[in-house]
């Protein structure tokens, strides 16, 4: 308790203090503008982040990320078009609420349930990740290995789509995370004979390429104004948010529960623990026929959940360095941009910025309701930023963003060949995640298998010779295995019924 | 069949085979049975491996691509769309050519505002918009943050143009 306090106290200073609230306005700003996704809003900031301390900059990007997840529910409300794709499971509803005049009641479930959410998720995450750590410390590299790749092997399946453009995405992730010098020898590859890239590939550059330019792409391609709805008088944002949330108290407890547990898996993340919150509440749901057509039975539990998933995701990242969604994976690059290894050990080595970092989000959700409430109707002007204003913005942000962090123009390059890569790839169905957390873990990936192989003399089934590293193996395969499984067996039963 | 995919399966095919290509010299190390080049091997078959069956999927994919990408303009590309994809593709290779000749303050006005203006055709909020956020990206990066940017010609007016 004593370490809680002092992380308190870390964030009382006057610049900590003004970075939360600045983070908060800007996320909140990023994530009601349609089309702007909390994973390019938080990408964006990473340059600002790398100048500062770890703990204004720690605190400020868990802020942005938390606050950026709840604004995306507000253009879906007003314009049925969701800020954010973890906001997509309920913007009829929302949608629908406002249109039948209750976007009040809408609006204010959607501030207190995301703060809720995002509260359990705080607390969930302030309780278990210390105590799986100490666990975690008894892991060997063959653990670690297996966890890397379970990590990862999950990031493929939960992506949606064909299993193996998400497996070539993964592997364009760890290709990229290749580039530069070789951690066993200190051997050049993959750089061509660039000198700019013996370093490797700057991960800022890349991470604004692959968030941000195919956004800014599309525009170009298809550069239509989104017609705003007259602003209209939202009244009491509370009114009858209390008694909605007594009489949907499971709702919430169903979303805070789903919302962790799915923000824990790595590859699910905010936008799957929404659908899956909001596909249960349906089933057990006591309005029927009405559910889906603008009640707020259909609110409650995916936006209690998208929040609660942010906090479940930062404990396998925390723990063990595996992120569970692409919004984590950016977070956990601010800890290595810090110089902070996530992982067991940082509870012990840096334990008393851990626990600032949690507490800056838990303080972050707790914010949520009077900022969210309180911002919620300058929104509805927000959104009315003309598209042809806004693209060039963001364009000018990656631009310098990319150029700031490494002062050199090679890196606008790289991020502008990278954005292109993206934009191809999501043209083609490709999921993005599967490559940013490849970039992140690579580096980890090749090391724990190197050094285990190192350790076994080249014998691979020590891999799997301890119970645990058995356990995580295992899992892994069934989650390889399966797509596989099910393609073969779906492409014979096409055949034998064509 | 469906060109598209199968292009873009062929590119990361082709991505995978320089992998390992490149890493196939590297020099093995002394007392360690396995050379720097094995993990890069690995993910590089795989890649091909992955990239070869979405070559083949897309082979026997019908060619219409359905559900391509939902924000794609259902409508056939027109001029103006074409430039205004040019000139946001181009903008950071131009921001390369001009800021080391023109400086941050002179080329980012000229960046934002000329995109703003392709997108609009609205002069005056683009001049606006270019000066403006010129300004502002100024004063967080290089004046808050100390970010080093390219003065250009206007080197010799950096005092005045700073307060730090």
Redesign the interface.
Known sequence: MEIIGQAFLQLLTPQVMLIMLGASAYGLAMGAIPGLSASMAVALVI??AF?LDPVPALAGVVTLAAMAIFAGDLPGALLRIPGTPASAAYVDDSYLMVRKGQGGLALGLCVICSAIGGVVGALVLMGAAPAIARIALQFSSYEKFWLACLGLTAAVAVSGG?W??G??SL??G??IA?VGL?P??G?L??T?GNGNLVGGLAFIPVLIGMFAIPE?????????EIAPPPIQALGNLLSGVGSTLRRLKGDVVQGSVVGVVIGAIPGAGADIAAYISYAISKRFSKVGDQYGKGVPDALVAATTSNNAAVGGAMIPATVFGIPGDSLTAIIIGVFFLKGLNPGPTIFIENALLINTVFMAFLIANILMVPLGLLATSAFQRMIRV????L???V??????G???VE?T?FA??T??ILG?VAF???????PLAPAILGLVLGPML?ET??NS??RA??DVFAFVERPLSMGLAALTLVICVTPVVMFIWGKARGARTA | MQL??LG??GG?GL??AT?IV??AG??P?AH???G?A???TI??W??IA??A??AF?AVRSPAVEV???E???PEP?DR??II??A???A???I??AL??VLG?LLT?PI???G??FV??G?LG?SIL?GLG??AF?HI??YQV?????PWGVLTNYAGVLTWR
Do not use: W
């Open positions: 340059p600002i100048f064909k193996y453009k497996g070539i592997m364009l760890l290709a290749q070789d066993v020898s051997q590859r993959l061509f800014v792409l599309r525009y170009a391609l298809a550069p239509r003309p598209r042809y204003m693209m060039p913005a364009l000018a942000f990656c631009i310098i990319a150029f700031a002062n123009h606008v390059v991020m502008l292109l191809v790839m999501e043209k083609y169905q490709y090749e298998f190197l192989l190192i003399r080249g | 598209g995919q873009v399966a990361f991505l995978g992998i490149n890493t590297l020099a190390v360690i049975e396995f720097p094995l993990f890069p993910v590089g795989i890649m992955l990239a069956l979405a999927d559900g391509a990408s924000e794609e303009p590309l103006h769309r205004l994809f000139v946001f593709g903008a950071p290779l921001y390369v800021a080391p941050f980012m960046i934002v505002g995109l703003a997108a609009s609205k909020r918009l956020l010129t990206l967080v990066f943050l100390r970010v080093t940017l």
